[in-house]
């Protein structure tokens, strides 16, 4: 679902913000410090917002600043050194420590309020991670390993919809999306584990 969200809009956004990547180029500003600001303002607004149960508001900044991704990309494919394999370590990394910091704040508030829900969203933080490792370790062997039913997309839009509505004061709202994510995360190890294990073969 995120794959598909992500292509469908992807073109009729990159035409509106193409203009913007270029004069951002102009003024010597590279994709790698589109990147790290969009990190650093993301990690910000989770901390100061979710660990105080300011959910709405955390999420709809985290969704401002989750655009980042959008612009960084616009801009390596227009400037004249393009995309590196620094540029795409430095991303991934930096994705793992948001996400981290995302989850890991809804956590806080959750362990000051001793929620119940707390072994639930650890099971997720950590089953996010082995999703990650197991394709870092798959193409460190030459196997590619792409896919599943939550990727990173979907996991993000899961967790923010869920933390979204709960700041709104929707009812059980927490409950459902994080069940609905460790079945999800679950499900997407699984499933990589048996491409890696066919790629194998």
Known sequence: MGKML????????????????????????SANMVTAVGALCTILAAVLTF??????????????FVLFDLFDGT????????????GALLDSTLDRLTDAVILGSILWFMIGEDDPLVPLVLLTIVLGF?????????ESLGIE????????????????????????????????????????????????LRIVYIGAK
């Open 6 to 29: 992500q292509e469908s809009l992807r073109a009729p956004v990159t035409k509106i913000i193409t203009p913007i990547c270029r004069g951002l180029i102009k003024m010597g500003v």
């Open 51 to 64: 660990p105080q149960g300011r959910f709405f508001l955390g999420t709809m900044l985290i969704i401002v």
């Open 75 to 86: 801009i390596a494919r227009l400037s004249e050194k393009g995309s590196n394999a620094w």
């Open 130 to 138: 082995l999703i990650s490792y197991i394709k870092a370790r798959a």
């Open 145 to 192: 390993c792409n896919g599943g039913l939550a990727e990173r997309t979907e996991r993000i839009i899961i967790v923010l919809t869920t933390v979204g509505f709960a700041g709104l004061g929707v009812d059980y709202i927490m409950g459902i999306g994080f069940w609905v994510l460790a079945i999800a995360s679950f499900v997407t190890v699984i499933q990589r």
